[in-house]
């Protein structure tokens, strides 16, 4: 079974730190993608990465791909209060019907 | 509509009763998937359609649930002899069948059981 852990599940902070969540699996994965879900909303793709060891930069949010494909991670420098949300990453299954396995989340707060 | 979109928004029933929720992908999009997501927690797989073959149904939890999609369109989601541990949220997403599976999410259904 494929299981991504996700670290923190929960982050308060106050507006200007930086901050980084970890997604981490012993499996691989064919990609690896990041959402971003508020309240009463579905998740929101924020980026998709696909080769080991891939860098993506949207804004102030630094995603990375792990050497090994199973690993990502994501870095927002100073955090601003429209960041708060939860955060999701999600792994492309390996059965390839394209289910995707998410980790539990973290629920980011970033106080004004 | 540009997204896709799912109703009733929010849906209370007494336990024991039969629920039908329902979701209208993006058109053109091949894939349709069914999430459940417990609050504060990531959503959790439950079946797969590609057009209207159902060929993943893995993530339903009992033979309770149900799922169709008849005219490979719109998808229904049927929920019978509904228990409290059936509340959460209900998440659609449609895809275009490609290599990176990036899926569009629906805004949910949140059912609660009494």
């Known amino acids: 079974t494929q299981l991504l852990e996700q670290s923190p599940q929960f982050l308060s902070i106050q507006e200007g730190e930086n901050l980084t969540v970890y997604c981490n699996s012993s499996s691989v994965f064919s990609s690896l993608q990041w959402y971003r879900q508020e309240p009463g909303e579905g998740p929101v793709l924020l980026v998709t990465v696909v080769t080991g060891g891939e860098v993506k930069k949207l804004k102030r949010l630094t995603f990375q791909f792990g050497d090994a494909r199973k690993d990502s991670s994501l870095h927002i420098t100073a955090a601003q209060p429209g960041d708060t949300g939860l955060y999701l990453c999600a792994g492309v299954g390996s059965s390839n019907t394209g289910k995707l396995i998410f980790g539990q989340g973290t629920t980011l707060q970033v106080k004004p | 509509g540009a997204g896709v979109s799912q109703s009733p928004r929010y849906k209370v029933a007494k336990r024991g009763q039969d629920v039908a929720l329902r979701c209208d992908p993006i058109s053109g999009h091949v894939s349709l998937f069914w999430y459940q997501q417990a609050l504060g927690q990531g959503p959790e797989f439950l079946t797969y359609?590609?057009?209207?073959?159902?060929?993943?149904k893995s993530g339903l939890p009992s033979d309770r649930f149900f799922a169709e999609r008849p005219e490979g369109s719109v998808s229904t989601l049927k929920i019978q002899r509904t228990q409290q541990e059936d509340s959460a949220v209900y998440l659609c997403?449609?895809?275009?069948?490609?290599?990176?599976?990036?899926?569009?999410f629906g805004p949910g259904t949140r059912l609660t059981v009494l």
């Open positions: 997403a449609s895809s275009l069948v490609n290599v990176y599976n990036e899926q569009f």
């Open positions: 359609f590609q057009n209207e073959a159902q060929l993943d």
